[in-house]
């Protein structure tokens, strides 16, 4: 008896949705892109999967989609903006063109310029061996309804005990998290006008 209850409200939820005057324009997702642009060569694949649920959990349902990393790079190619050499992160221009070819209501674009880790012996007299750990990547964003760009910059350097450290795939991770909450919050939904 419980069971068809919740069945009958969830029947008359949807039942509502779709008589409601705006049906399913009023959940229309906008598609979000995120580009990586690996400078460095140690951004693996899996990392970009991490990067992408990330995204994935701040620009969700009903508002967003995250388009799948294979379509994204299937529609650029290797056929990316110029880059200034003194500062190479992607800019408004470049975005808002990214977002013409894929095509994306929003481009999240992320420039990995560093993710090092190495170890050091140090000259300590108890001869510890410490980790050094370098992370810089510039994070953008563009937002194709009202042109808003943000942009923020990670320089993350730790030297600390061996074993002590943090892995750079995981400070860029963490980093990553914040940047995009960040960006959620200065980019709040535009609501649609009814058809």
Known sequence: MQLFKVALSLFAVVLCLG???????????????????DRSGEVEPELVAQWQTRVKRSFNFPDYKVLPQEEVNAALGNNLPP?????????????????????????????????????????????DTVQ??????????????????????????????????????????????DIIMYFKTQLPRIEKPAA
């Open 132 to 177: 050094q750990v370098i992370v810089r990547m510039d994070v953008t964003a563009w937002r194709k309804a009202d042109g808003q760009y943000l942009y923020k910059n990670v320089y993350y350097n730790e030297t600390r005990a061996w074993g002590n450290s943090t892995p750079a795939d995981e400070v860029s991770i963490d980093k990553l998290t």
């Open 83 to 127: 880059l200034d050499k003194k500062r190479p992160f992607l800019k408004k221009e470049q975005l808002a063109s990214i977002a013409a070819r894929i095509p994306a209501e929003l481009v999240i674009a992320i420039w990995v310029d560093r993710m090092d880790e190495w170890t050091i012996d140090s000259f300590s007299p108890w001869g």
């Open 19 to 37: 008589m409601s005057p705006h049906g399913a324009d009023a959940f229309a997702e906008d598609p979000v892109a995120m580009v990586v642009i």
